[in-house]
């Protein structure tokens, strides 16, 4: 059989060797949706796409009324369907479908939007139904769902949560049912999600290739059966497909009956308190995947066996307090609290007493932390280590030999790069964006602005002969839509980690500096490369990347000494910016750097500058103490760059800023921001 005609075939569920959390995890949305999808998180060639492909297959059929196009139960048709009403003897059922989103996805394409055909061609206002209609009943499934615009993201989420989709655009008022099985992929190393949309998942599963060379043999070796002969390869697992879906159906069938014990449901709470999630979200999640746990294995009673299986799956991603901590659960302590918190019924008699060299006391946990164990040193309290932008207390100096620990992290104010780009939709600066606001319209096709184009044919109507109903639009008619929204920028830093920072003790203030501009390209989508100069020459700690994660731990384990090359970091971070604009020509860079601008080693910056002088630049100013020679801001001369000290980064120091901005004739950004010096200039 050719390869193009087994190109739909699908690997089966069955036959998918090893990530057992991850089946588990799809299995029990599959026996109850309402538990809110799976966010599967892991590395590049894991099977994640596979396994969930593989899924649709294993679902029940579903019935739906013929000819409706948003998929209505027959037995249950919706009363506010578009396509409705419809007639109670009208039935069909189909197989339950799998409809993907790609990451270049438009809102329309998502949620629907006016029939531009039908409104042109027969004058009636009429909807076209989008993805979130056709996977009604069947499951949703986005690859990359990190690289996925939040716009996107968030209406996709809203309409999982309410199991309904809202459409007001274009005229249109539209609302229908968006009940499905959502799942979505992505490789934490291209970037994160939000914690808030984190949280919107139901379960959250990593998964990794497996390090047992058996068990990796076996999965290339079906594999590879897969791929010579799809069709053979399914039907030998047919019977082991058969029986997972008729588990499934069996599971489905009995969830209603189900019952969540108060003992069960104290136990749930208890563990969302002793975790300390944020709202209540987690304790619906963990109780309606242990009730479908407990259906999935043939049991009419929540266990405490289901709660811990739960509570491992649906509360891990929901833990993270900052954007660079990584998921986890800490399974002591979820079975202390289980534990504690257990069924009367089933605690034995007489607690055994806890052995007397037991470490963690009555609670069998580890030691309380405080002041039991080594106290860390303490800072010299200089005026250097003192100097805190966000006005907390400094922490403690690194051991000799050792990278300083980072300062904690503040909100940093904005610094955008001037004039409109059309990169990657984020939150930085101005650009033209799909997502954003339409402020007119120009000539063209993609995004059809509808009130343009029908103005600009209605005065030829006369001329093209048209005396009935309807409308003739010529091509040179067609207006698309101009959209002002933002952009995600290339954020490169180039940090001095040469001895004239570590002597001053000032790598922490700075490692804290560059923690907090790291969370907030984060948290505006961008992407951020790390250069490090110190000693002979510079290094690229950190590639460009989406992933913001990796620069914080390049960042915590740099070291500090040595001579300063600050014309050779120049370099590199002209080098790496030429790379970039040929890889992505459209993402527009913000050089950052932070250094007191001594240059000990290598030439004059000065000579260097003017490779950087076409790139918006902010000079992060480190010197200190009370003689300042000035040289950080001598270089931001040279670049053309806007010039910050360090102890001016945070937010909340803004408004003394903007008071002597004012008296020098620097002008502030309308955001709270601050424009570079090249765009003051321009």
Not at 58 to 82: A, I, K, M, Q, T
Not at 257 to 281: H, K, P, S, W, Y
Request: a negative charge; one cysteine or more.
């Amino acid at each position: 059989m050719s390869r193009r005609a087994n190109a739909g075939a699908r690997y089966p569920f069955s036959a998918v060797v090893g990530m057992d959390d991850l089946k588990l995890a799809l299995l029990v949305n599959a026996v109850s949706p309402g538990v809110g999808g799976v966010l599967v998180r892991g590395e590049k060639g894991t099977a994640k796409s596979t396994i969930v492909r593989a899924l649709a297959g294993l679902l029940p059929p579903v019935g739906v009324v013929p000819g409706c196009r948003f998929s209505c139960d027959p037995g249950d048709p919706d009363p506010e369907c578009p396509d409705g009403p419809h007639a109670d003897d009208l039935a069909e059922r189909r197989p339950a479908r799998l409809v993907e989103l790609p990451v270049g996805a438009s809102e329309d394409r998502l949620t629907g939007s006016l029939d531009i055909e039908r409104a042109l061609t027969e004058g009636v206002k009429a909807f076209e139904p989008g993805l979130l209609a056709a996977a009604h009943r069947g499951v949703l499934y986005v690859d990359e769902v990190n690289l996925l615009h939040d716009h996107l993201v968030d209406l996709l989420l809203d309409a999982a949560a309410m199991g309904e989709s809202y459409v007001e655009r274009e005229g249109v008022s539209v609302r229908h049912a968006a009940r499905f099985l959502l799942v979505g992929t992505m490789n934490p190393e291209e970037g994160e999600l939000r914690p808030q949309l984190l949280d919107r998942f139901g379960l959250t599963v990593e998964v990794a290739a497996t390090r047992d060379p058996d068990e990796r043999a076996e999965v290339v070796r079906r594999r590879l059966r897969f791929e010579e002969d799809p069709a053979g390869f399914a039907a030998g697992w047919a019977e082991a497909e058969a029986e997972l879906a008729g588990r499934i159906a069996a599971a489905q069938s009995r969830l209603a009956r189900v019952v969540l014990t108060d003992a069960a449901l104290r136990q749930i709470t208890a563990v969302c308190a002793a975790f300390e999630v944020d709202g209540l979200r987690a304790d619906l999640v963990t109780a309606r995947a242990a009730i479908a746990l407990a259906a999935w294995h043939d049991r009419m009673e929540v266990t405490s066996e289901d709660v811990r299986t739960a509570a491992r799956l649906a509360l891990p991603h929901r833990r993270r307090r900052d954007p660079f901590d990584a998921p986890g659960l800490d399974r002591q302590k979820l079975d202390d609290v289980l534990e504690e918190h257990g069924e009367p019924e089933h605690e034995p008699e007489h607690e055994p007493e806890p052995p007397e060299d037991d470490p963690g006391g009555p609670g069998g946990g580890p030691p309380p932390q405080g002041g039991d164990g080594p106290v860390p040193p303490q800072g010299s309290g200089s005026e250097d280590e003192q100097q805190q932008p966000n006005g907390q207390a400094p922490a403690p100096s690194a051991a000799p030999g050792e990278p300083a620990p980072a300062d904690a992290a503040y909100k940093p104010r904005l610094f955008t790069v001037p004039g409109t780009g059309m990169g990657a939709p984020g939150r930085r600066s101005k650009a033209r964006s799909p997502y954003g606001r339409v402020s007119g319209a120009q000539p063209g096709s993609r995004g059809l602005h509808l009130t343009a184009t029908l103005r600009a044919a209605a005065p030829h109507q006369h001329a093209r002969g048209r005396s009935g109903p309807g409308l003739v639009v010529a091509a040179d008619d067609l207006r698309e839509a101009v959209r002002d929204g933002r952009e995600g920028n290339l954020v490169l830093f180039v940090v001095d980690a040469s001895g004239s920072m570590a002597a001053r003790q000032r790598m922490r203030a700075v490692k804290g500096a560059v923690l907090s501009l790291l969370l907030d390209a984060y948290q505006r989508r961008d992407k951020v490369g790390l250069i490090t100069f110190r000693g002979p020459d510079a290094e690229l700690a950190l590639p460009p990347t989406s992933s913001v994660e990796a620069g914080a731990r390049r960042l915590e384990r740099l070291a500090t000494g040595g001579r300063t090359p600050l014309a050779a970091g120049l370099l590199r971070a002209a080098e790496v910016l030429r790379v970039e604009r040929l890889r992505d020509p459209a993402r527009r860079p913000l050089l950052v750097v932070v250094t007191d601008g001594r240059a000990t080693h290598g030439p004059d910056p000065a000579t260097v500058a003017g490779l950087l002088s076409s790139v918006a630049s902010v000079v992060v100013d480190c010197e200190s103490g009370p003689v300042r020679l000035g040289l950080a801001q001598r270089l931001a001369g040279h670049l053309g760059a806007e010039s910050v000290r360090l102890d001016e980064l945070a937010a909340d120091s803004l408004a003394g800023v903007v008071r002597s901005a004012r008296a020098s004739g620097r002008v502030a950004s309308v955001d709270g921001g601050w424009r570079t010096g090249k765009e003051r200039t321009a």
